[in-house]
């Protein structure tokens, strides 16, 4: 294949293959093809012909030709092409003045010729050779082969040199002898081991063969020492350099502050308003006029000036933008970097000026903008993203000593990044929280002397137990750590917290087991104290002594613990009262949990769970803000799934199933633990049990049933997990056999077998455990059961259940006595049972009533009073599926209505229920 004419013509022989198919312009890839989408982008037509075959056409034609194929490239997936050099040459042309066009023109001329040009530009900081270089650096990346080698000196010489020298391949060399050097040595020495890094840089280079771009600044310091010649005698940076530059056998463009002593060079004159002008319009095409006149008036004809602006103006659009890379910016950033974290962001102005040994009269106008004044003497960055990651250790320690021992957390800040570790381990000792600000510590802390490491350790242990992440890596390192301590008492501390990780995860045995016996207590700080007395009081908890847990607590409680510890405190003190039955003081203590953010949240769910537990509809208020909450504060992703499934189980007894189904998946999709998991698939089944889906319901169940039967983790939840399932296959039966939803209202008179052989089952195994939760499950399995008995065998079954404390266990109680009993023809006590209920919220409960009172009153012949109630149901706020599962219920049993509906195919139960559901 011949090759392309033109440079041009191949990029779009390369391009064409991907451009298939026609659009509105014609084929794609054709000739007039892309003259219409060069017309479309402000171009004329009748250049692309010439530009593609001939090379003819404007500088500003060829860009824009250029753009449209390096836009093409992309769409089709591919990396563009690089410009062609020419567009490069055009560039400069508008940016450099007259003396550096001409230096720009001979070097590439040159170059392209074959040659070797060395050049040597000399001029002050206003003159622009960072521009001149640039626009090189631009030209020579264009050519294949030609990437320039780049190297800024300035101040501190290492900072360059040594990454230099390792993208070289001698990186170990050159540092082998810097580190040689040393304010002791005779000056001579100092001289000789200097130029040897030169010589050794030279020879790499030469190596290479890639023309090099040198920028170097008047003065310059190697490892903190001042350059000096083989002789022994100082040289500023330019003199230093000259044997270099005479070393090199590549291209090279030397742009010097001050005159080399022999070598020939060129002066360079400061720019021009109008060149200052071109300068910025090259480097930002769409920056405003007025902008790009307000860089040029605040630079005056300081070409330094002008190009750190521009750099800075830059910096603001594109992150990648090498702003680090100049020596007059970069202490100004490091020093940003070190005094202004994230999280306090201000500081003094006092503090920079130390740091930067000149006050800010002496700022230039690309240092001050970088500078946002909060007011009071305080400044901080203007764009963050300026900002190197690291600083020297040199300035964060200049901030520990300057900042108060009240300032705790730069404190804290600075002592880290300081490497200063008695600091830091006082102020994490004083609340272990603070290490969520330092990740990856306790991997630093390996090494450290052994006292430290184990007070590193207990700070470690305590924030992994705030946060529940007691078979975190890091914790399980740190309770080992403790546990080999020569301390007794951080001893018996690392049993406490390793029964207290036993407690988290429901091993209550093993819990009590590493338990220290009370008396051992009282050789701990009150907070130790009280950490123990609430693992205590878990494993009284689980053994179902309600009132020794709720001893223990308040004795914890009376302790006077670190604030670190009162919101978990406040928690247990919650949730021990919940069990007791004792719900307005559960409400009010987990109200008072109100600091830790995962406490919080923790608590928040708490309170919505109970209050669901008790049937109040503020429960989804507080269940949504504590699920928020542990979102937040970056809660296990166990955890949260176990909060959003129950979230869902909120949602599934409001009647809202397609919200409940969105938030249950996502549950399944965060459930990492098994156990989790299949304690989610779990609520997701009763949840498809509910929305008349019984395969779906099945499926789910299959999973969670086999699993908390097999498992050996946490036996004692995992029994209760078991049994609970059991009762949602059995509701998930009772829809697949009898067509009923695990839906309210429920009516009874159905037949499901298998439903009924897994309740009868199910009924004699639940233990008889006063906990709120067992008490609940043998109510749920005895109100299903006794749908599917005889009134007269139902009715018994409810009955012990009318005297529990909760109300809302003793309503639903109430409600399936009701049912049994109007079903048997006690019509009348029937409705007294619903009269005798307390306000309801409920819906469930709600529309539980209605039916039981629809069915009584149509039994004591009150037709008119029961179609009323109907209506009301049918105008009230009822949920969708609540009031269609009350028109299918009472459609069984109450023929009588389907006098008062609309004639049609429907049988009379869905007739109703459709009735019911849509009011208009």
């Not at 404007?58 to 824009?64: A, G, N, T, V």
């Given at each position: 294949m011949a090759e392309?004419?033109?440079?041009?013509?191949?990029?779009?022989?390369?391009?064409?293959?991907?451009?298939?198919?026609?659009?509105?312009?014609?084929k794609r890839g054709s000739l007039r093809w892309l003259e219409a989408l060069m017309s479309e982008r402000g171009g004329r037509a009748g250049t692309v012909r010439n530009i593609l075959y001939k090379d003819l056409g404007?500088?500003?034609?060829?860009?824009?030709l250029y753009g449209v194929i390096a836009d093409l490239y992309r769409e089709a997936g591919l990396t563009p092409p690089p410009p062609p050099a020419e567009l490069f040459l055009e560039s400069a042309r508008k940016a450099l003045g007259r003396d550096k066009r001409r230096i720009f023109r001979r070097f590439l001329k040159e170059l392209e010729a074959g040659g070797r040009p060395q050049m040597v530009v000399?001029?002050?900081?206003?003159?622009?050779?960072?521009?001149?270089?640039?626009?090189?650096?631009?030209?020579?990346?264009?050519?294949?082969?030609?990437?320039?080698?780049?190297?800024?000196?300035?101040?501190?010489?290492?900072?360059a040199l040594v990454p230099l020298a390792e993208n070289l391949g001698v990186g170990e060399e050159v540092r082998g002898l810097l580190a040689q050097l040393s304010p002791t040595q005779p000056y001579i020495l100092q001289g000789a081991l200097a130029q040897e890094v030169l010589t050794l840089l030279a020879r790499a280079l030469n190596g290479k063969g890639r023309p090099l771009l040198l920028r170097a600044e008047a003065e310059g310091t190697l490892e903190g020492l001042p350059l000096r010649g083989p002789d022994g005698s100082k040289r500023?940076?330019?003199?230093?350099?000259?044997?270099?530059?005479?070393?090199?056998?590549?291209?090279?463009?030397?742009?010097?502050?001050?005159?080399?002593?022999?070598?020939?060079?060129?002066?360079?004159?400061?720019?021009?308003?109008?060149?200052?002008?071109?300068?910025?319009?090259e480097r930002l095409p769409h920056l405003p006029p007025e902008r790009l006149e307000a860089l040029v008036n605040q630079a005056g004809r300081n070409f330094g000036e002008l190009s750190r602006l521009v750099l800075l103006e830059a910096a603001k659009h594109d992150p990648k933008t090498p702003i680090h890379d100049d020596p007059t910016l970069r202490p100004l950033l490091q020093a940003l970097a070190a005094f202004s974290p994230e999280a306090d962001p201000a500081f003094p102005l006092e503090l920079l000026e130390r740091a930067l040994g000149r006050p800010l009269e002496r700022l230039s106008q690309a240092e001050r903008a970088l500078l946002d004044w909060v007011g009071e003497g305080l400044v901080r960055p203007s764009l963050r993203t300026l900002l190197p990651e690291e600083a020297p250790k040199e300035l964060h320690r200049l901030a520990l000593g300057y900042f108060p021992k009240e300032n705790l957390f730069r404190k804290l800040y600075h002592a880290h990044k300081a490497g200063e570790r008695r600091i830091l381990l006082d102020l994490l000792q004083e609340d272990p929280a603070r290490l969520a600000l330092l990740p990856g510590l306790w991997q630093e802390a390996q090494t450290w002397p052994k006292e430290d490491l184990e007070a590193l350790a207990a700070v470690v242990v305590r924030y992994r137990a705030v946060l529940g992440q007691y078979a975190h890596p890091e914790a399980e390192e740190a309770l080992r750590v403790l546990s080999q301590a020569d301390n007794p008492t951080l001893r018996t501390w690392a049993r406490i917290k390793g029964a207290e990780a036993k407690a988290d995860a429901a091993l209550y045995r093993e819990a009590e087991e590493l338990l220290p016996p009370k008396e051992d207590l009282l050789h701990l700080d009150e907070t130790a104290q009280a950490e123990g007395l609430l693992v205590m009081a878990a494993v009284e908890r689980w053994k179902g002594d309600y009132e020794r847990a709720a001893v223990l607590v308040e004795e914890a409680e009376a302790l006077p613990v670190a604030p670190f510890l009162r919101d978990r405190v406040q928690l247990w003190r919650g949730l021990v009262a919940k069990d007791l039955g004792r719900y307005e003081e559960a409400l009010a203590a987990l109200a008072q949990v109100g600091h830790d953010p995962l406490l919080l949240g923790r608590a928040r769910y708490q309170m919505g769970d109970l209050l669901m537990r008790l049937g109040r509809l503020e429960a989804e208020a507080r269940m949504g803000e504590g699920l928020r909450l542990l979102e937040e504060a970056g809660a296990p992703k166990d955890e949260v799934a176990r909060v959003r499934a129950r979230y869902a189980t909120l949602l599934r007894r409001l009647g809202r199933y397609g919200e409940a189904e969105a938030v249950i998946q996502k549950a399944l999709?965060?459930?990492?633990?098994?156990?989790?998991?299949?304690?989610?698939?779990?609520?997701?089944?009763?949840?498809?049990?509910?929305?008349?889906?019984?395969?779906?319901?099945?499926?789910?169940?299959?999973?969670?049933?086999?699993?908390?039967?097999?498992?050996?983790?946490?036996?004692?939840?995992?029994?209760?997990?078991?049994?609970?399932?059991?009762?949602?296959?059995?509701?998930a039966y009772l829809l697949l056999e009898a067509g009923q939803p695990y839906r309210a209202p429920f009516l009874g008179g159905l037949s499901a077998p298998t439903a009924l052989r897994l309740l009868k089952d199910l009924l004699q195994e639940i233990p008889e455990e006063a906990t709120d939760r067992y008490t609940a499950l043998r109510l749920d399995t005895a109100s299903l059961l006794a749908l599917l008995l005889p009134p007269e065998e139902g009715a018994p079954l409810l009955k012990p259940f009318l005297?529990?404390?909760?109300p809302y266990l003793r309503a639903q109680a109430r409600l399936g006595y009701a049912e049994a009993l109007a079903r048997g023809g006690g019509y009348g006590e029937a409705l007294a049972q619903i009269v005798a209920l307390p306000p309801?919220?409920?819906?469930?409960?709600?529309?539980?009533?209605?039916?039981?009172?629809?069915?009584?009153?149509?039994?004591?012949?009150?037709?008119?009073?029961?179609?009323?109630?109907?209506?009301?149901?049918?105008q009230g706020r009822l949920p969708e599926p609540f009031r269609f599962q009350l028109g299918r219920a009472l459609?069984?049993?109450?023929?009588?209505?389907?006098?008062?509906?609309?004639?049609?195919?429907?049988?009379?139960?869905?007739?109703?229920?459709f009735h019911l559901a849509n009011p208009d």
């Open positions: 392309a004419p033109t440079l041009w013509l191949r990029y779009l022989e390369e391009l064409r293959p991907h451009l298939r198919g026609r659009d509105h312009r014609g404007s500088p500003e034609e060829k860009e824009r000399v001029g002050g900081p206003a003159t622009g050779k960072g521009v001149l270089l640039s626009a090189l650096a631009r030209a020579l990346s264009a050519l294949p082969g030609r990437e320039p080698v780049l190297l800024n000196l300035g101040g501190e010489l290492a900072q500023s940076l330019g003199a230093w350099l000259e044997p270099f530059l005479k070393a090199l056998q590549i291209p090279y463009l030397a742009a010097l502050s001050e005159p080399p002593p022999t070598l020939p060079y060129q002066p360079l004159s400061p720019p021009s308003r109008e060149e200052a002008r071109r300068f910025v319009r999709a965060e459930a990492e633990d098994p156990f989790t998991r299949a304690r989610v698939e779990s609520e997701a089944g009763i949840l498809e049990a509910a929305r008349g889906r019984a395969f779906e319901a099945l499926g789910y169940l299959r999973r969670a049933e086999a699993y908390f039967r097999t498992t050996r983790e946490r036996p004692k939840e995992a029994r209760y997990r078991h049994l609970r399932t059991l009762f949602r296959l059995g509701a005297a529990l404390e909760n309801l919220e409920d819906p469930g409960l709600l529309a539980q009533a209605r039916a039981v009172e629809v069915l009584a009153l149509l039994g004591l012949g009150e037709k008119e009073a029961a179609w009323q109630k109907l209506e009301e149901v049918r459609g069984r049993f109450c023929p009588e209505l389907e006098a008062r509906l609309s004639p049609g195919p429907w049988a009379l139960p869905e007739a109703l229920g």
